[in-house]
């Protein structure tokens, strides 16, 4: 199947992709550089050499430019939870998974420690970065409800949830902790200490 303008679509798909990563690489150098509130979406476009109602077609916000990829983190974390051993214990299953997600980040840990921080920095990021968790509760919650048993009874279904909703917890409190230590704590010891915490 062809477009309007007759390339295929996919090749459409893969340089529409291309854009959306060339303006998030170029948006988080400048966001690192002189920090998120302080960039505009008119100069990201400039830096790209895109006209700010292009970049509008692929981003509608500065939000979006960072936690575009919060979905797709999403996915990959689903993807480590399910490829788990089915016998294995949730909270080994979660731990386990959240470390394969950290692990497969394309940044250096220095990067993400300032990405990190500006997340947590801003108001408006951490409000959409908790709408995006949420999103990752219900892309968990099936397979640790069938880890649970019968994933069809509504009591295991609320187990579920509250077990997923506590281990997205303690690896926010562990990111936390890592950020205020500016990269010193130990974040899988951080977030076994929270997860020690919640079920002591």
Request: one cysteine or more; proline letters at 6%.
């Given at each position: 199947?062809?477009?309007?303008e007759g390339r295929?679509?996919?090749?459409?798909?893969?340089t529409?992709?291309?854009?959306?990563?060339?303006?998030v690489?170029?948006a988080m150098?400048?966001?690192?550089?002189r920090?998120?509130?302080?960039t505009?979406m008119?100069?990201?476009?400039?830096?790209?050499?895109?006209?700010?109602?292009?970049?509008f077609?692929?981003f509608g916000?500065k939000?979006?430019?960072v936690?575009?990829?919060?979905a797709?983190?999403?996915?990959?974390l689903?993807?480590?939870l399910?490829?788990?051993?089915a016998?294995e214990?949730?909270?080994?299953?979660l731990?386990?998974?959240l470390?394969?997600?950290?692990e497969s980040?394309?940044y250096?840990?220095?990067?993400?420690l300032k990405?990190?921080?500006?997340?947590h920095?801003?108001?408006?990021?951490?409000?959409r970065?908790?709408e995006?968790?949420?999103?990752?509760?219900?892309?968990?919650v099936?397979?640790i409800?069938?880890?649970?048993?019968?994933?069809?009874?509504?009591?295991?279904?609320?187990r579920?949830?509250?077990l997923?909703?506590c281990?997205?917890?303690?690896?926010?409190a562990?990111?936390?902790?890592w950020v205020?230590?500016?990269?010193?704590v130990?974040?899988?010891?951080?977030?076994?200490?929270?997860v020690?915490a919640?079920?002591?």
């Open positions: 199947m062809n477009d309007h295929p679509a996919g090749l459409r798909e893969r529409r992709r291309a854009v959306q990563a060339e303006i690489a170029t150098r400048l966001f690192l550089e920090g998120f509130e302080a505009t008119e100069q990201i476009a400039g830096e790209i050499g895109i006209s700010r109602r292009s970049l077609r692929y916000t939000e979006d430019i936690l575009g990829d919060h797709e983190s999403g996915r990959v689903q993807a480590a399910e490829a788990r051993p016998g214990p949730p909270w080994d299953a731990r386990a998974a470390k394969t997600l950290f980040l394309p250096s840990p220095e990067d993400f990405i990190t921080g500006m997340l920095a801003s108001p408006s990021l951490r409000a970065q908790l995006k968790r949420q999103q990752w509760t219900e892309l968990l099936p397979d409800a069938r880890r649970l048993g019968t994933d069809s009874d509504p009591m295991t279904q609320l579920a949830g509250a997923v909703a281990a997205l917890a303690c690896s926010e562990a990111t936390e902790a205020r230590s500016n990269g010193t130990d974040m899988e010891r951080a977030f076994d200490e929270a020690a919640v079920r002591g």
